[in-house]
């Protein structure tokens, strides 16, 4: 009888204790924000208009700003899709986590930021675009979709499982994420990575938005004819002009059902596209493009008339993509103000790289030039941010770390990125002193390897397969048209941007396979 008193005695002390514990842990969980990451597949910073550029509305991204810090400076590390989300699930350059360009295959039993949050109680999600083609680990829950994935009708792979999905990309990938957002276990805190597809190459609008800039004019950049006079042979040699590289059916939309003779290259994949339609699909889009389309056929047009005709082509098939992006990220917003959640869940909007939008005659992204190495960056932290930008220079290479601070974890000393919480906190002072900078697939675009430096003011880069220099004052030339490097009067801002970039190279510890050091 003794023992059992005893033993009622020390449960009862015990229950108080136990429950403290669980109390504590619910109050810590509730304490921890939410994260979610939201990242768009080559959407530019000059397509949001919270950046200032007057070239489409994103009132949702926008709205993101109105409560956060908008980056003017944030980069990537190696402007292409797969490496870039390695480098940000790992905090590490390319050459450390060993995926280096798109045709890489990602190493998932690596160290990640998602394992990371997992281990410490995080529920963890993958929603979209992934593109890193070994499965992905470190997820309570994950649909991606195989390869870049694709507009109409798109195929998705569920934890594992292939099934096919009737709609449109951008809305589904949302569907996915707000369903599991749903179910999840609600005593925990989240980690959702969503990213989205578009607005990706070929471009391919939403139903609604077929119309939507008929009326419109879009501006061409005043560096459209760029004849790259001052650079070096890299920027002579890509294939990535509007004009020149981009394909009559697969870019810009002119042909549907094409005979068999001409369903090869870009234009029989255009037909893959074009067949995921159903029937009453491709009614509805011929009807849509059908009179501009036969307009164009009459005009005839030639020379610069027929530049321009491709731009506004190009460009409003690409803000229409984004249209459905901004729509969308505005319903992961309502589902959170509606479900009591959006005053503990941290929004970082942001893409994979940026893009020219006609800049320098081009579309697609891979050089160090401003349009592609920047990417927009905007950070909502509620308590925390307000409505304010910064000129901080910041890398996707420290999203990972300051992912990992905003939850309270400790970030791995072998992480090469840092945590820029202190920015969002709004302290003053620089994350970096220069950027580090390595581009690696001269594939489709023909674009040159190469490493490059910037600074707050300069930009050095080395195209080291030809082994020739281009060296950029930005404060006196922001959109990079006149290459300085070997000018007299840039000696000495080369000699210090030649020993930056050497350091970088040092301090990350890459190096260039070719026998050419960085001292000519
Ligand atoms: C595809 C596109 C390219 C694009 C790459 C990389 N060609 O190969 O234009 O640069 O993707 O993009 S396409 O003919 O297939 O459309 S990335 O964002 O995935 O890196
Ligand atoms: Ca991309």
Redesign the pocket.
Known sequence: MKKYLFLLSALVLSLPIKMNAQDKEKNQNKSRPNIIYMMS??HGYQAISAYGYKLNHTPNIDAIANEGMLFNRAFVTNS???PSRAVMLTGKHSHVNGFMD?HSTFNGNQQTVAKLMHDAGYQTAMVGKW?LISDPQGFDYWITMPG?GEYYNPEFIENGVHKKVAGYVTNLTTDFAINWLEKRDKNKPFFLIYQQKAP???WMPEPKYYHLFDSVKIPMPANFYDDYKTRTRAAHEQEMGITKVMNYA?DLKLAFDLPKDKQVG?AG?WQGIYNRMTPEEKKNYEAAYAPANDAFYKANLTGKALDEWKYQRYMKEYLKCVQSVDDNVGRVMDYLKANGLDKNTIIIYTS?QGFYLGEHGWF??RFMYEESFRTPLIVKWPGVTHKSTTNTMVQNLDFAETILDMAGLPIPSDMQGKSFTSVLKGQKGNIHDALYYHFYENQ??KVAKHVGARTDRYKIIWFYENNEWELYDLKKDQHEMNNVYDKPSYKKVQKMMKEKLQDLMAQYKDQVTTSNTVHK
């Open positions: 597949d080559d292409i899709c797969g798109n593109h870049q990706h190459r070929n697969y870009l994949m994979d697609d992204k489709e675009h």
